[in-house]
Each structure stands twice: as structure tokens, then as C-alpha cells.
């Protein structure tokens, strides 16, 4: 089945720096890719929907220039959580369509990637 | 938007009980989804069922898009069963909308 390679599972870093996260498809390539972060007993909710080659579309009450998305292939796409705070403290997954859209085209998942910022 | 609805939110069952959880939804969808999240995070996908039903070992899932609900049945749960179990559809513009989730957890 299709595997989505998701790195670092897990980063801490301190109050100010940034961090990147990358998402891989290993065995298909990847039109859209969108990234969902998750707070401790919540549900997973929808930041971005990132398709190759084009600008981010980011959901309602994400900061676009705090949350950096970057597709620019078929099997990799990055998010940069860019001068990270506390409150930035999440679990970020990243899934990944091997079509505009997921009809007919199961989601797959990375394993997720826990931020910590101290 | 569209609304997703699961219930029940928590659940708790002896080993080799049978369970079913419920998902709503408010409006059309073109595809529906349920996972599991096991207790580190990752998100292992059960059935992509937009519609009728499926079956896998002791799982199956039914989804009756005409009323706009999908069920997901657990029989003989085992403890690895524990997680939270989320039913995610795909709205109009393609992106994808995850309920609350059920959190499930078997005792031993």
C-alpha cells in the first residue's frame, strides 16, 4: 500500500527558532498534500491543502506566514513553523492524495510529528 | 460547513464486547474514511467506504450516504482496539473534515 514518510516523529526547540517538517510519498506521487495539526485529546484539524506547484490554501484562522508550506514536487512537501512559541505545541500530521482529490483515492498518513517548544 | 458528528465520544468495554460507532454528517459527501489512532499518534486508515458495506477480520463499516451516516462495527475487542476512532469526509472543495473522534478503551 502507499507509504507517506513523515520527519522528525518528534523535535523539541526552543522559543523563537524555527522548524521544518517534511512529508514524503515513497510510492506514488502526491497532487495534494494537506497538513493537519492535532492538540492533546482533540480532534485533527485541517491547517493547509498544499497541491504541487502551487501556493498553500490555508483554512480560516491560520497564519500563513507563521505555518510555511512548501510543495514543490510530487513527493515531498515541508511545513515551517516559522519563530515558534509554546502555544505552537502540537502533534502535525501530513497526508497525502494521489489526485486533486481524494475520490476514489484514500488519504494516507505520515505518523505524525510532535512539536515541543520550550 | 459541513458538520461531523460522532458519538458516543468514550467508550469503554470488557475484552470481547461488541461495539458500534456512529458518524453523521450534515451534508453530501464524496467520500467518507474511518481511522484509527492508536495510543502513539499514528493514524492507521480501516475502511474507505463511501457508501454500502465492508468487512475486515472482526471490523466492518457501513456507510448509508442517502441518510448521511456511516457505522463502525468492533466485534471480539481486543485490547490493541483501544484508541480514538475518526470518521473523516470529503467536503465539496476536496478537503477533508474529521469528526471528534470516539475514544475507545478495552479493558483487559
Not at chain 1, 502535525?92 to 482529490?101: D, E, F, L, R, T
Request: charged share 15%; net charge neutral; hydrophobic share 30%.
Amino acid at each position: 500500500g502507499a507509504v507517506v514518510s513523515q520527519h522528525p516523529s518528534r523535535v523539541i526547540c526552543k522559543s523563537g527558532t524555527s522548524v521544518k517538517i517534511e512529508c514524503r510519498s515513497l510510492d506514488f506521487q502526491a497532487t495534494t498534500m494537506f497538513w493537519y495539526r492535532q492538540f492533546p485529546k482533540q480532534s485533527l484539524m485541517l491547517m493547509a491543502t498544499s497541491n504541487e506547484g502551487s501556493k498553500a490554501t490555508y483554512e480560516q484562522g491560520v497564519e500563513k506566514d507563521k505555518f510555511l508550506i512548501n510543495h514543490a514536487s510530487l513527493t515531498l512537501s515541508t511545513l515551517t513553523v516559522t519563530s515558534a512559541h509554546p502555544e505552537d505545541s502540537s502533534f502535525y500530521i501530513c497526508s497525502a492524495s494521489g489526485s486533486y482529490s481524494s475520490y476514489n483515492s484514500p488519504l494516507h498518513f505520515g505518523n505524525g510529528t510532535r512539536l515541543t517548544v520550550t | 460547513g459541513i458538520q461531523v458528528e460522532q458519538s458516543p465520544p468514550d467508550l469503554i468495554l470488557q475484552e470481547g464486547a461488541n461495539s458500534t460507532l456512529r458518524c453523521n454528517f450534515s451534508d453530501s459527501v464524496n467520500n467518507l474514511q474511518w481511522f484509527h489512532q492508536n495510543p502513539w499518534g499514528q493514524l492507521i486508515n480501516l475502511f474507505y467506504i463511501p457508501s454500502g458495506t465492508k468487512q475486515n477480520g472482526r471490523l466492518s463499516a457501513t456507510t448509508v450516504a442517502t441518510e448521511r451516516y456511516s457505522l463502525l462495527y468492533i466485534s471480539s475487542s481486543q485490547t490493541t482496539d483501544s484508541g480514538v476512532y475518526f470518521c473523516a469526509v470529503e467536503r465539496e472543495d476536496d478537503k477533508i473534515i474529521f469528526g471528534k473522534g470516539t475514544r475507545l478503551h478495552i479493558l483487559p
